[in-house]
């Protein structure tokens, strides 16, 4: 087996953790890049996406904090709209702060229970 880089090796840590604790929530998935900021809700059980958000169709523009707590409040509100009020969050191999940590505060806020 390849060495995994430390990303990936904390992507799996995280992963490994939420599936013990998560019960039949769906999850927030967050990835970002450099240009953009993604956040999906996944029921793991039927391995489909429940709601979506981005930065790409959002009209949030660049990558910044700002733009993070757009989709935030965008992926909380596309949630309601699917039914989904509680999810586990899932900040991948990403470390919350900045725009994660944004992006999870203006969830929480707009009413996504985690």
């Known amino acids: 087996m390849a060495k995994l880089s430390l990303f990936e090796r904390r992507r799996r840590r995280v992963r490994t953790a939420i599936k013990a604790r998560a019960g039949d929530r769906p999850r927030l998935s967050v990835h970002r890049t450099?240009?953009?900021?993604?956040a999906q809700i996944i029921d793991d059980k039927e391995g489909r996406t429940l709601a979506a958000a981005s930065t790409l169709g959002a009209g949030a523009s660049g990558a910044n904090v700002d733009a993070a707590t757009k989709v935030g409040s965008d992926i909380a509100?596309?949630?309601q709209?699917?039914?989904v009020t509680s999810v586990v969050f899932d900040r991948g191999g990403f470390l919350f702060h900045g725009r994660v940590k944004a992006l999870?505060?203006?969830?929480?806020s707009a009413g996504l229970e985690f």
Do not use: N
């Not at 450099?34 to 993604?38: A, L, V």
């Not at 999870?104 to 929480?108: P, S």
């Open 77 to 79: 509100a596309a949630a």
């Open 34 to 38: 450099g240009r953009h900021i993604y």
């Open 81 to 83: 709209k699917a039914g």
């Open 104 to 108: 999870a505060d203006a969830a929480r």
